[in-house]
């Protein structure tokens, strides 16, 4: 099958819509700190359904900024720890952050709540599929448009656009690397591209992950990145919520990709990048992440010649009184990490609410509206 055709055929496989409404982003406010303004948005992904977000750039930068959207991960959302710290470390050397709230969660939750997987029933999979959408398909094209959002924007560099995400934040920025032609640069974290991910996961990324086999091979699916989009693959070796069996078979399943795949990419261009016991991690943020970054993208704050502090996740947390889910609370995985120390502090959730308390649980909002609009 060819380029152009493959990708078509999977964006056909997800239900993204052919069709995109004007954004009409609407300003929330925005907070100064330490060198950063963060500002808040709501801006419509399609009819009926809106997203809150928040965008993280430098104060004052001096030319059109490259822009990176992060996708969250499983029960993730805008104002959990490593969607403030590495948004923030981003934009202290020099490039846009746009997070955005999942479908499901936080702001997007019918009820507020915070690390909630309300995506994941099986009837909420099955709702979507039967409309023609698939979760994972609404939550590519959410990301597709938040980079239509940030194009609304005269200080962002339209040439120099990338996505970066961990878990199921990696398994969006996989999809979007193989379907979105405007990215320049992908980081995948904590995801593997092989096939072990077709008997593995939730319904959101396993069910997607089968039909893709029946379209293309993973090679074949990771070349549609080619010859643009630079894409470095990052994990933990010990990774077992990942490379579930502890037999290195994801591993050694994605490593046979990128290496089918590397003589369709520049030299330099893709790669794979392991942690020695390292578990499941946010890796987007790791100092290799940056340098990558700076190759590809440019970092107009980051010296790749300089070692950049760091300091252990499981600390920063324990000193700002952030309690870590119980699932990735541990030493092997979030606790374990070990990012860069640019003397970056916490924000607050309520910093970050781009909804009026009147609005939370409002259908343009939530997974139940969504569902409802997709149904009509």
């Known amino acids: 099958m060819q380029t152009e055709s493959l990708r078509r055929a999977l964006h056909d496989l ?12 609407e300003s929330r406010g925005q907070i100064e700190r330490d060198g950063i303004v963060v500002e808040k948005w709501i801006w419509t992904s399609e009819p009926g359904s809106r997203v809150p977000s928040v965008l993280y750039r430098p104060a004052h930068p001096t030319a059109p900024m490259p822009s990176i ?14 969607y403030t710290y590495i948004p923030q470390l981003y934009a202290k050397l020099g490039l846009a952050c746009l997070v955005l709230d999942p479908v499901g969660e936080e702001e997007r939750h019918i009820c507020g709540d915070l690390g909630t997987r309300a995506h994941d029933p099986e009837e909420v999979h099955t709702c979507a599929d039967d409309a023609g959408r698939l979760i994972m398909g609404k939550l590519v094209f959410d990301t597709m448009r938040g980079i239509d959002f940030l194009f609304t924007r005269s200080d962002i560099d339209r040439e120099r656009v990338g996505v970066a995400g961990n878990s199921l934040g990696g398994a969006k920025a996989s999809w979007m690397l193989a379907l979105d032609t405007r990215l320049k640069l992908a980081l995948v974290s904590g995801w593997a591209l092989c096939d072990t991910m077709t008997v593995t996961g939730k319904f959101c990324t396993r069910v997607p992950n089968q039909r893709l086999r ?5 090679p074949e699916f990771l070349s549609l990145a080619a010859p643009h989009c630079a894409v470095l693959i990052l994990n933990g070796d010990a990774d077992i919520i990942i490379d579930t069996e502890g037999d290195s078979a994801a591993w050694e399943g994605t490593r046979n990709t990128v290496a089918c795949a590397a003589p369709n990419f520049p030299d330099g261009h893709i790669a794979c990048w392991f942690e020695p016991a390292g578990g499941h991690r946010p890796y987007f943020g790791y100092t290799v992440a940056l ?26 947390c324990d000193a700002n009184g952030i309690v870590l889910e119980k699932l990735y609370g ?41 569902l409802e609009q997709i149904r009509a």
């Open 330 to 370: 541990t030493d092997l995985h979030q606790r374990g990490a070990t990012l860069p120390d640019l003397g970056i502090r916490p924000i607050h959730r309520t910093d970050l609410a781009c909804l009026r308390p009147e609005e939370i649980g409002d259908p343009r909002y939530t997974l139940e509206g969504w």
């Open 291 to 316: 340098k990558w970054i700076h190759r590809h993208l440019g970092a107009p704050g980051f010296d790749p010649e300089e070692n950049l502090p760091t300091f252990n996740s499981g600390d920063w």
């Open 214 to 218: 029946t379209l293309c091979t993973w």
């Open 69 to 82: 959207v992060i996708t969250c991960g499983h029960g993730g959302s805008k104002s959990q720890w490593q």
């Open 14 to 25: 997800l239900g993204i819509p052919t069709v995109r409404c004007d954004p009409a982003p």
